[in-house]
Every structure is written in C-alpha cells, then in structure tokens.
T-cell receptor, first 110, second 114 residues
Framework: KNEVEQSPQNLTAQEGEFITINCSYSVGISALHWLQQHPGGGIVSLFMLSSGKKKHGRLIATINIQEKHSSLHITASHPRDSAVYIC????????????FGKGTKLSVIP | EPEVTQTPSHQVTQMGQEVILRCVPISNHLYFYWYRQILGQKVEFLVSFYNNEISEKSEIFDDQFSVERPDGSNFTLKIRSTKLEDSAMYFCASNRGQITDTQYFGPGTRLTVL
C-alpha cells in the first residue's frame, strides 16, 4: 500500500522566515506532487518532482529518490503563503492517481 | 488559462437520496479523477477514468458509486444512496496522462448528507 507521511502537521512562522516542510514516501511511489490548499478548499499543484530540484519564485522543492524523501522550502515567507501544503505521491503504473499526505498547515504571522 | 469546473459548489441531500456531481475537465486532457476529502482529513483517491472506462478505483469506490462521461465534456460522479459518511468535499481533477503531468483540480463540490 502506498503511503505518504508529512511533517510537521502545523507550522507557525514569522514573516520573512525560511520554512521547510518534509515528506517521506513508500516504495511504490515514483514521483511526487507538492500541492497548496487554501482555506476555501481549492487545490493547486505547485510542483511535480521525479528527481532533483525545482524552483518557482520563493518556493523550492527537492527530492531524494534513494532516501524516499522530499522537502518543500519557502524563502522569505509572507502571510499570503498561509495555507495547507500537501505532499502527494504518484503510483508508477496505470492512471497515476495521487496518494495524499495529511498536509502541513502553515500560518505566517506579520 | 483552461480550468476544471465543478457543479454544484454545494449540494445538500437527505440520506438515501441519489446525487450526481458534475465536472468539466480541461478539454485536451485524457485522464479524469475523483477524490474526496472528509472534513479535517486528508484527500483520498476514489476513481480514475480513461478512454471511457474506469482505469483504477480505490476500496472506497464501492457499488454505490459510479462514474460516467455522458458527452464529450462532462464527467460525473453518481452516489446512488447517500449515507451520512458520504458528507465530504469532492474534487474532480484531470491531466494529459503522463506521469510528469500536473493534475489540475476543480474547486470542489461540498456534499452534505442530512
């Protein structure tokens, strides 16, 4: 059974702080999405990673395939970054459905 | 930018009633998905659909659930006889079907079963 574990569950940061959210995943997962879910419920994909590192603005995502671990970093955090960040694993065969982690609720305080 | 749309945004129904949740995936996408999120819990995969048939389904997707692509644009999730525990946010998603592709999510339908 594919599994995805995230930490921490909740994270409060001061504006400007560097933030790291961690994700570990099981053997059957071959790639990862990092997603953002806002209080209204909508889900937006931030990154898809199968190897290495990706950067978009202040967001950086890395993945270590050997250790089955991924991190999402936010540099110079801002209150508008407050959201739930979710790591979701992609199964290698079939329709590539996502197995979701429980999410990390980030609150950035001005 | 193309987007996945879902209707209705909120559906309230009585236990035992049938509901149909509707989604319009992005037009050139080939794979369609339904996920659900019970309040306070993680998002769970229900079913994927490709080439007019179910590709994968989870153990949640039992006989009371069905999916259909009745025309070239809509993708529907039917719950035949709703239970209280079906109350959740239901998300539709689509992508082009490559493992490297982003999944695009609709805004969700909040289903409340009374």
């Amino acid at each position: 059974k594919n599994e995805v574990e995230q930490s921490p569950q909740n994270l409060t940061a001061q504006e400007g702080e560097f933030i790291t959210i961690n994700c570990s995943y099981s053997v059957g997962i071959s790639a990862l999405h990092w997603l953002q879910q806002h209080p209204g419920g909508g889900i937006v994909s931030l990154f898809m990673l199968s190897s290495g590192k990706k950067k978009h603005g202040r967001l950086i995502a890395t993945i270590n395939i050997q250790e089955k671990h991924s991190s999402l970093h936010i540099t110079a955090s801002h209150p508008r970054d407050s959201a739930v960040y979710i790591c979701a694993g992609i199964s290698g065969a079939g329709s590539y459905q996502l197995t979701f982690g429980k999410g990390t609720k980030l609150s950035v305080i001005p | 930018e193309p987007e996945v749309t879902q209707t209705p945004s909120h559906q309230v129904t009585q236990m035992g009633q049938e509901v149909i949740l509707r989604c319009v995936p992005i037009s050139n996408h080939l794979y369609f998905y339904w996920y659900r999120q019970i309040l306070g819990q993680k998002v769970e995969f229900l079913v994927s659909f490709y080439n007019n048939e179910i590709s994968e389904k989870s153990e949640i997707f039992d006989d009371q659930f069905s999916v259909e692509r009745p025309d070239g644009s809509n993708f529907t999730l039917k719950i035949r006889s709703t239970k209280l525990e079906d109350s959740a946010m239901y998300f539709c998603a689509s992508n082009r079907g490559q493992i490297t592709d982003t999944q695009y999510f609709g805004p969700g339908t909040r289903l409340t079963v009374l």
